[in-house]
Nanobody
């Protein structure tokens, strides 16, 4: 009954910007952390950025200050603003959330279906 849906992916030129968004819906009691991962062909999935329900953020080193993660807890959404995009950023980007579906329940990890980001001239 929980679903994460990403949007905003597409084709951009090097140096361009793109904003990804993700909305969580369904039976949700509480969300602890939401974040973004990415995976390129032949590579393992890696963390891009994450944000807690208190607003604490964590960024991968390769972001180099180019990306900004934000969330709206009242709407259970998270966004990733990506600036100064490089060809190396090309990957499928996945939304991720650790959440409870009922009070005192375990936190489970949910994943979105992924959205393709291609940086090329």
């Amino acid at each position: 009954q929980v679903q994460l849906v990403e949007s905003g992916g597409g084709l951009v030129q090097p140096g361009g910007s793109l904003k990804l968004s993700c909305a969580a819906s369904g039976t949700i009691f509480s969300i602890s952390v939401m974040g973004w991962y990415r995976q390129a062909p032949g590579k393992e999935r890696e963390l891009v950025a994450s944000i807690t329900n208190s607003g604490s953020t964590n960024y991968a080193d390769f972001v180099k200050g180019r990306f900004t993660i934000s969330r709206d807890s009242t709407k259970n959404t998270v966004a990733l603003q990506m600036n100064s995009l490089e060809p190396e950023d090309t990957a499928v980007y996945y939304c991720n959330a650790a959440l409870q579906i009922y009070r005192a329940g375990l936190y489970y990890i949910y994943w979105g279906q992924g959205t393709q980001v291609t940086v090329s001239s």
